[in-house]
Structure formats: C-alpha cells, structure tokens
C-alpha cells in the first residue's frame, strides 16, 4: 500500500511562506504523480499543484502560479510545496495524494492514496 504523510503547515501571517512535506513510501517513487491539494471550512477541495515523479512536469492551479512551487527529492522520496506570499484565502487544510497515472492535469478520483491533513491558516 502507498502510505503518505503531510507535514509543514501552521500559522502565519498574510505574505509569508511555510513549505509542506509529503513523505511518500509503498511504491516505487518514480512511477507516481503526487498532487498536493486544499479544502478551506464550507468549499470543495481543490487540486494546488502537481507534479509526476517519471519525468518531472507541473501543474498548478491558477490561484497560486508564481507562488507556489512543488518539487521532489527522489533520494529521500518525499514532495515538496513551497508557499510563498500567502494569502488568507490560502486557508486550508491541505493534503498530498498519489495516483499511478504518472502524469499531471488527472482528475481527483485518479487519486487513490491519500494522506492526513496539514492546516495552513494564514491570518491578515
């Protein structure tokens, strides 16, 4: 089973940065797309970024492209987000996934292992 781990949020105040961790283990690493996504108290969750492990593309949402960067660290396999100028609308518990698609821009459902949530709340 593909086991995944969320790590990094907390408070800060509205322009500042935090970074998530996802650990990731079960699978081979390189075979999966890991997404990073948010649900703020009252909304759908939505998709904030991914990125496949295979051959390293990107996806991001619009509401966060030039803010947000995800990245992977193949030796210790873990997925990175690194959130910078935060917004209070960045609220949210956010959470990391993985699919076996090994490619960005799939739907929610392709993503079949999830991992607990990391609180981000950002205060203005």
């Known amino acids: 089973d593909v086991q995944l781990q969320a790590s990094g949020g907390g408070t800060v105040q509205a322009g500042g940065s935090l970074r998530l961790s996802c650990a990731v283990s079960g699978l081979y690493f390189d075979d999966q797309a890991i997404g990073w996504f948010r649900q703020a108290p009252g909304k759908e969750r939505e998709e904030v970024s991914c990125?496949?492990?295979?051959?390293?593309?990107?996806l991001y949402a619009d509401s966060v492209k030039g803010r947000f960067t995800i990245y992977s660290d193949h030796v210790k396999n873990m997925v990175y987000l690194q959130m910078s100028s935060l917004r209070p609308e960045d609220t949210a518990v956010y959470y990391c996934?993985?699919?076996?698609?090994?490619?960005?821009?799939?739907?929610?459902?392709?993503?079949?292992?999830w991992g607990q949530g990391t609180q981000v709340t950002v205060s203005s």
């Open positions: 990125i496949a492990n295979s051959d390293g593309s990107k």
């Open positions: 996934a993985a699919t076996l698609l090994e490619k960005v821009g799939t739907s929610q459902s392709d993503f079949l292992s």
